[in-house]
């Protein structure tokens, strides 16, 4: 039988016990039919699973004995903090979905001069949407944490997001010719990397020039034009295949 993965928020665990309401009670009971017996792996999103067994199913309210707990080591692949132009329609679900298989710590919608989404009251919730997604291809993906995804934020608002352990920053900008991903990561990639990539009508030389006296090298991913939701995964994919060379 298939052991699947829940993500809890604020787990609490007292004598081995976990007791679990509301959302996580409907999805393991109503949406995958588990019942007494059954093995449950639980995610705190911090780094750690609970392996467990359904003891007790009792109104609305779902025990689970832990049978033991696992903390993943730390992974070798740099902390990767993604400032991303927010994209109309479902292609940012996608791109959001596939970020977080990729292993980004934390996703940072970015407000650009040119950024085409304007986020009203419903705002909110498209982010919770977007954080549902996260919890959801971490599960998928086998992945212990699930990363942040914050308010939506103008660009110079993302220097107070950005810790200082960050060594290295990247922005994707279409009128640099010379400086490439390559020429950035040498044979490192670093501890912890963001990367910056604007809205589908460009970033305006000003804001690149912000973001270079703030220690961003802008860089070029050569001639081909990649859509909006294709780049982030393009550089997501050389953080990771650099990491896993070193």
Not at 31 to 45: A, E
Not at 81 to 105: F, H, N, Q, Y
């Amino acid at each position: 039988m298939e052991i699947r993965r829940v993500f809890v928020d604020k787990l609490k665990i007292k004598n081995g016990m976990v007791l679990l309401a509301g959302p996580a009670y409907k999805y393991i009971v109503g949406v995958l039919r588990k019942g007494p017996g059954d093995r449950v792996d639980i995610i705190d999103g911090k780094g750690y699973l609970y392996r467990s067994t359904i003891q007790n199913i009792k109104g609305k309210e779902l025990f689970l004995q832990v049978l033991d707990v696992v903390h993943k080591p730390q992974e070798k692949r740099p902390r990767v903090i993604l400032c991303v132009s927010p994209i109309k329609g479902p292609r940012m679900d996608w791109l959001i979905e596939k970020a977080t298989e990729l292993g980004t710590e934390k996703i940072v919608p970015t407000i650009f001069r040119r950024t085409l989404i304007r986020f009203n009251a419903e705002g909110s919730e498209k982010v919770e949407r977007w954080r549902r997604i996260t919890v959801e291809a971490s599960r998928q993906s086998g992945r212990f944490t699930i990363p942040e995804v914050t308010e939506p934020t103008p660009l110079r608002g993302i220097a107070s997001l950005i810790e200082e352990d960050v060594g290295k920053r990247i922005v994707l900008y279409e009128k640099e010719r010379h400086t490439t991903l390559k020429d950035v990561f040498g044979t490192n990639t670093g501890d912890a990397i963001c990367i910056v990539i604007g809205p589908e009508g460009g970033i305006e030389e000003p804001e690149v020039t912000w973001l270079k006296e703030n220690g961003f090298t802008a860089c070029t991913l050569g001639e081909n034009i990649f859509r909006a939701e294709t780049t982030p995964l393009v550089v997501l994919s050389v953080v990771l295949y650099e990491s896993a060379r070193t």
